[in-house]
């Protein structure tokens, strides 16, 4: 599937010789010091890259969202995590509230100077004692003589040293839960704001605060759409922060499996190069796998946003599949560097500190496992809002998968394809009848649907089989033959390991039966150990890594 057209790929080229030129020889620099100057950011303003979906009476391009997509993919290709989230705080998670939900004087007042490069922002949620549970949000905005009066303190604030305001999450209503919490635009050099810059593992070059708000006086017109609907604003604008993380970390890991291949080829050991030596060529054959199927999910989950669909379920699968991903191959492709790995003169050291917070940030990986879980277990409905940004209003009626998820081929599939669809048919078969067998579970001593571990572990295998079926779907509709060999052998390892490790968890969490005859799943359980053992995952990895390190034909 093409996602791309010809004024994406002239986009894509400006910018990225645009950063190579003023981005790439400065990123050492930036990091050192723990600061970006705000030079870069109106020079990208000026050149047109910020506000890319956003109206053009604003300045922005009113563009489709593929442009932020590549905005961040190329930024991702920086390999530097503070540079990227810097920009991530201002265009995804702070602007988007503004331009969907505040007045026209806000935007004439912060949306217009984010598009320009003249002015910074960040996003006020978490407190000392509230992350991912916002009810818990203590910050208070009280309203005196017509303006508000805030009390209260953020940490873990992004931007939130040099940038300029903040989209501050308050509550307005001590006595009405979530629904009195409210947004408002506060400047970041009011009277009353202490800030704190802390000290972090990684993303030097930007910064991070605790803020701190004793009697700070906002103006009544800085609120955001209404009081009392914070929260609803908020639940329908993370799915678009963990959405870029997609893009963006799926390049970073590119950047770091093309930077390893690269010293691999030239690092000698034992009287060879180390990309000639099984296990690391294996090893690369298994994360290219694994990360060529999460960047076909992540296409697919932004070409959803593109549509006007908010998917909450395959946005917080997308976040907990790439950020865990990013985490494993900086840690791998790190110890392909070997010592050289460990110091600072080689990209690994930065992208294995940078990663860390991945799986932190914007909802942390058990949170992600918590949502999706109630939407697979408990049939927990979350309404798809509408996208924040500019997007496509395509009809929807017309997209025969998308209606159909259930259904995972329309038969136009190839005989390559057909041991991976097979596989994944028996993948999702299991898991179907594992989540009807923990919900009818009702034994005094453990419910198996309430068991929090179990809950998890459903939802893991419910990603990895979504995220497998995006991928072999991509090769099916692929409109390009480019590399579709190795995209062929690819998928038929990912859908192998992943109906094997399905099967296996699954066949535990029935617990102990008398006799394997029995079983639920014993026939299951046999016929897919037949398909592994008829199809040598040995022979996948060797032919991968060949078309990978030697680029071989194979036909």
Known sequence: MNYFNEEH???????????SREVSPNISLWEKEGRIPKSIWKKMGDMGFLGLSLPE????????????????????????????ITQQVVQYMSAPYI???????????????????????????????AGSDTKNIQTKAELVNGEYVINGSKTFITNGIYGDFVVLVVKTDSNAGTKGLSLICVDLDSPGITKNKL????????????????????????????????????????????LCFLPSFVATMEFAISESLNYMSQRKAFGKTIDKFEVLRYRVSQLSSELEAIKAFSYFCCDLFDKQIYDVKLCSMGKLLVTELQEKISTQCLQFFGGNGYTEDYPMARMYRDARIGTIGAGTSEIMRDIIAKIIIDDVKYEKAKSNLNTKNNDLENNHYLLNKNSLFDGSESKQDLLAVKSLKIAEDTLNITIKHINSSNVKEHNKSESQAVRHQIAQLASEIECSKHFVYSIVKIDSKENIEKKHLMAKLICLQIMNKVVSECFEVFGYYPSLDQHPLEKTYQKSKMIQISNSKTDLLNRISSLIIEKELIS
């Not at 803020?211 to 609803?232: A, H, Q, R, S, T």
């Open 199 to 242: 000290n972090k593992l990684g993303w030097h070059s930007s910064d991070t605060a605790e803020l701190g708000f004793d009697n700070v006086i906002v103006p009544k017109e800085n609120l955001i759409g209404k009081e009392g609907k914070g929260f609803y604003y908020l639940m329908n604008g993370l799915q678009l922060e963990r």
């Open 9 to 19: 790929n002239l986009f894509r080229e400006s910018l990225r010789d645009f950063l």
């Open 99 to 129: 331009y969907k939900y505040g007045s026209e004087q806000l935007k004439q007042k912060y949306l217009s100077g984010i598009i320009s490069g003249d002015l910074v922002s960040c996003i006020g949620i978490t407190e000392p004692d």
């Open 57 to 84: 009476e604003y300045g922005g391009s009113n563009l489709d969202f593929f442009f932020e997509v590549i905005f961040n993919e190329e930024l991702g290709r920086l390999n530097s995590g503070g540079f990227l």
